[in-house]
């Protein structure tokens, strides 16, 4: 946040020399700080989920290469007018090779106190391993590497400076102001304001990485969750008092957080306690700061921004789960060393989003088929050696037959993509659902900006693999599309009497949440076109898996869930409904008390009239879908000692909603099969020319 404060400053003296620096700092912190207070005062949080790891990953490793790189010329006591600092990255390294000849006492300083740092860090760590039982004593004393380095070199710099006050021997901190002298009501206005705007998206964007990173990294390692929108006005807040008290841009800090932690501290509280040492210092020990070496204190800086740069077996383990995102990792830590820190946050997110929308757009839906599996439990090699894949491995052994679980319901279809793309094993045979019926699943949202990516491709595997129903479809050339060629004149059309025709589409919902007017409207339109694809018949569309309410709104209002009416005669005699029920609780379920007061009243009544039993008269009671339902093959040999009522999971009056791909598919054979006996469809399940 200092790299683009600083950077921000000097952009904006380069054009307005007259504005106070100071200025510059209170108004872009109390812009920032409103902006983000007012995200979290409306609970906008949730923005900061479009900040991948990626990005915040690269932001850390490129901030850190541009501030560790550019504290090298401080380090070896080259001067600025030889060396901007501020520069891109590379050319800091360039033209710090460039006057290495103007090195000075300074490096001598510098270079021995990054060494030390490193040995009592690396000391300490090894010291840690060795004696778990001092582990956090060494902890510990290995954090205060940092004020220890920096007091010996403050005090052998205080030795050889002391009577060389104007002229030191080294560069020194020099003067620090005591106290809070910058304290007022900051000077803001809209002229300054405009003069540093471009700054702005930049600064609440690090501002949130850094604060937002920390609090979810160390949530996760203490187990509690946090509130974005919370810690947005937290930081907010904090930006816009902070002016007050002459601050400037100030957000979380992954070096003090990782202290705390291990220190022990479970509450805010502890920042009190800082902030009591922190008035200490600046009012009591400003004299002891103006003999700090400024190689040293370079040395301190470098050492600690080197220890957040994304180390190589993570980027490895990035590259193991996501190549992409690693790509954008390397470009936006290229971008900030040959450029700057803004242009590298903006390169990692837009890149980003742009992966994002472009996987969302082009999401690709896979065609399903059938495969009957085997659930096996524990271990089942010898009952079925050729299960075994390493004969070199010591062979498992199955359930026995009759063991606690019905050997038929172990035995279930599942249905896998036809090409294999999801990992499953290629060597499975996964068969084709039902000559002419197609079951395709979305793999992510069916949403307005891939719906049509995902229909084109349906309906180009649909007429790549099935012939029309009526090849005299087109009664006139000019019916014929005008981008179907056809055959040629004097031709007969190649037709592939081999191949089905389109019968039903079965659609997998299970990964949609909502749909949109244009996505619905895709539908439809397919619809539509598969329609008069398989004319003088229609197309059934059954849909599994809907699991929002609105979603099944929204596809019942277009006419889906629902029998296409047959352009013949506008009925619907060809079709055989199938729905999923569920008992409504159980023996000791309310219902089934009621239900059991009830027949016994009404046994009372029989009993003195001499009707008919109460179980009889409870079935007589039951509406004709339930009776329906209970004398079906489902409940044959069910035996109840309290009869249980049943109910039908999906709605009655859309019978092409199903709760899973099993029934649906049933469904639709059902329906097909119907077509067959009526005489739509011949027995091979091919379309007839009737």
């Given at each position: 946040m200092s790299t683009i404060l600083g950077n921000a400053i000097i952009s904006v003296q380069e054009t307005h020399p007259e504005t106070p620096k100071v200025a510059i700092a209170e108004s872009l912190s109390i812009i920032a700080g409103a902006i983000i207070a007012f995200l979290g005062f409306f609970r906008l949080g949730w923005i900061v989920e479009f900040l991948s790891l990626a990005s915040i990953c690269a932001y850390i490793t490129g901030s850190a290469f541009n501030i560790g790189i550019g504290q090298i010329p401080a380090l070896l006591g080259i001067s600025s007018k030889y060396v901007n600092n501020r520069a891109p990255t590379y050319q800091v390294v360039i033209h710090t090779l460039q006057n290495l000849k103007h090195t000075k006492l300074d490096a001598a300083l510098g270079l021995t106190s990054l060494l030390m740092l490193y040995v009592i860090k690396y000391t300490f760590t090894y010291l840690a391993k060795k004696q778990p039982h001092r582990q956090k004593l060494y902890f510990f004393i290995n954090t205060l590497r940092t004020i220890f380095v920096v007091l010996l070199y403050t005090l052998i710099s205080w030795l050889v400076n002391r009577h060389h006050r104007k002229n030191p021997k080294?560069?020194?901190?020099?003067?620090?102001?005591?106290?809070?002298?910058?304290?007022?009501?900051?000077?803001?206005?809209?002229?300054?304001?405009?003069?540093?705007?471009?700054?702005?998206?930049?600064?609440?964007?690090?501002?949130?990485?850094?604060?937002?990173?920390?609090?979810?990294?160390?949530?996760?390692?203490?187990?509690?969750?946090?509130?974005?929108?919370?810690?947005?006005?937290?930081?907010?807040?904090?930006?816009?008092?902070?002016?007050?008290?002459?601050?400037?841009?100030?957000?979380?800090?992954?070096?003090?957080?990782?202290?705390?932690?291990?220190?022990?501290?479970?509450?805010?509280?502890?920042?009190?306690?800082?902030?009591?040492?922190?008035?200490?210092?600046?009012?009591?020990?400003?004299?002891?700061?103006?003999?700090?070496?400024?190689?040293?204190?370079?040395?301190?800086?470098?050492?600690?921004?080197?220890?957040?740069?994304?180390?190589?077996?993570?980027?490895?383990?990035?590259?193991?789960?996501?190549?992409?995102?690693?790509?954008?990792?390397?470009?936006?830590?290229?971008?900030?060393?040959?450029?700057?820190?803004?242009?590298?946050?903006?390169?990692?997110?837009?890149?980003?989003?742009?992966?994002?929308?472009?996987?969302?757009?082009?999401?690709?839906?896979?065609?399903?088929?059938?495969?009957?599996?085997?659930?096996?439990?524990?271990?089942?090699?010898?009952?079925?050696?050729?299960?075994?894949?390493?004969?070199?491995?010591?062979?498992?052994?199955?359930?026995?037959?009759?063991?606690?679980?019905?050997?038929?319901?172990?035995?279930?279809?599942?249905?896998?993509?036809?090409?294999?793309?999801?990992?499953?094993?290629?060597?499975?045979?996964?068969?084709?659902?039902?000559?002419?019926?197609?079951?395709?699943?979305?793999?992510?949202?069916?949403?307005?900006?891939?719906?049509?990516?995902?229909?084109?491709?349906?309906?180009?595997?649909?007429?790549?693999?099935?012939?029309?129903?009526?090849?005299?479809?087109?009664?006139?050339?000019?019916?014929?599309?005008?981008?179907?060629?056809?055959?040629?004149?004097?031709?007969?059309?190649?037709?592939?009497?081999?191949?089905?025709?389109?019968?039903?589409?079965?659609?997998?919902?299970?990964?949609?949440?909502?749909?949109?007017?244009?996505?619905?409207?895709?539908?439809?339109?397919?619809?539509?076109?598969?329609?008069?694809?398989?004319?003088?018949?229609?197309?059934?569309?059954?849909?599994?898996?809907?699991n929002n309410r609105w979603t099944k709104r929204a596809l019942a209002s277009a006419g889906f869930g629902y029998p296409t009416p047959s352009s013949q005669d506008g009925g619907f005699h060809r079709w055989k409904p199938l729905y999923s029920v569920a008992e409504m609780g159980g023996s000791n379920s309310a219902a089934a008390a009621a239900e059991h007061d009830y027949n016994r009243r009404r046994t009372s009544k029989d009993v003195e009239a001499g009707s008919s039993s109460s179980s009889d008269v409870a079935q007589k009671d039951r509406p004709e879908f339930e009776r329906e339902i209970r004398g079906s093959k489902a409940y044959e040999g069910a035996t109840h000692n309290v009869q249980s009522r049943v109910a039908v999971v999906q709605g009655l009056n859309r019978p092409y909603f199903h709760v899973d791909l099993t029934s649906a598919l049933q469904n639709a054979i059902d329906c097909i099969q119907a077509k067959e006996r009526y005489g739509g469809f011949d027995k091979k399940g091919y379309g007839t020319d009737a």
């Open positions: 080294f560069q020194i901190l020099g003067s620090v102001p005591r106290g809070f002298t910058a304290a007022g009501v900051p000077h803001v206005t809209t002229d300054i304001i405009s003069q540093f705007a471009g700054d702005i998206p930049v600064t609440v964007i690090v501002l949130l990485i850094e604060h937002i990173s920390i609090a979810k990294s160390f949530g996760r390692i203490n187990n509690y969750v946090i509130n974005p929108s919370q810690e947005m006005i937290a930081i907010g807040v904090t930006n816009l008092l902070g002016p007050f008290l002459g601050a400037y841009p100030a957000t979380g800090s992954f070096s003090r957080t990782a202290i705390k932690a291990k220190a022990g501290v479970r509450t805010p509280l502890a920042g009190v306690f800082s902030s009591i040492v922190v008035l200490l210092a600046i009012y009591a020990l400003t004299a002891v700061f103006f003999y700090i070496p400024n190689s040293a204190l370079s040395g301190v800086i470098i050492h600690a921004v080197f220890d957040l740069i994304t180390p190589a077996n993570t980027v490895y383990q990035f590259w193991r789960i996501s190549p992409l995102e690693v790509l954008i990792f390397l470009a936006g830590v290229f971008v900030t060393v040959f450029s700057s820190i803004e242009n590298g946050v903006y390169t990692t997110i837009c890149v980003s989003v742009a992966l994002l929308l472009y996987r969302v757009v082009k999401a690709q839906g896979r065609f399903l088929g059938r495969v009957k599996i085997h659930s096996v439990a524990g271990h089942a090699t010898d009952s079925h050696p050729e299960l075994a894949l390493d004969k070199s491995q010591p062979q498992v052994h199955s359930r026995p037959a009759g063991d606690d679980v019905d050997d038929a319901a172990s035995i279930r279809n599942i249905y896998l993509p036809l090409d294999h793309r999801d990992g499953s094993n290629p060597e499975i045979d996964v068969q084709r659902p039902y000559p002419g019926v197609f079951m395709f699943r979305f793999s992510e949202g069916y949403n307005y900006p891939n719906a049509s990516h995902y229909t084109d491709y349906l309906v180009a595997t649909i007429f790549r693999e099935t012939r029309r129903t009526d090849p005299r479809t087109f009664a006139r050339p000019g019916d014929r599309p005008w981008n179907d060629p056809g055959p040629r004149k004097g031709q007969e059309e190649n037709i592939d009497w081999n191949k089905p025709t389109l019968k039903a589409v079965v659609l997998d919902f299970s990964s949609v949440n909502n749909v949109d007017i244009t996505s619905v409207q895709n539908l439809i339109d397919v619809r539509n076109q598969l329609d008069r694809y398989t004319t003088p018949e229609t197309v059934d569309w059954h849909i599994a898996c809907v």
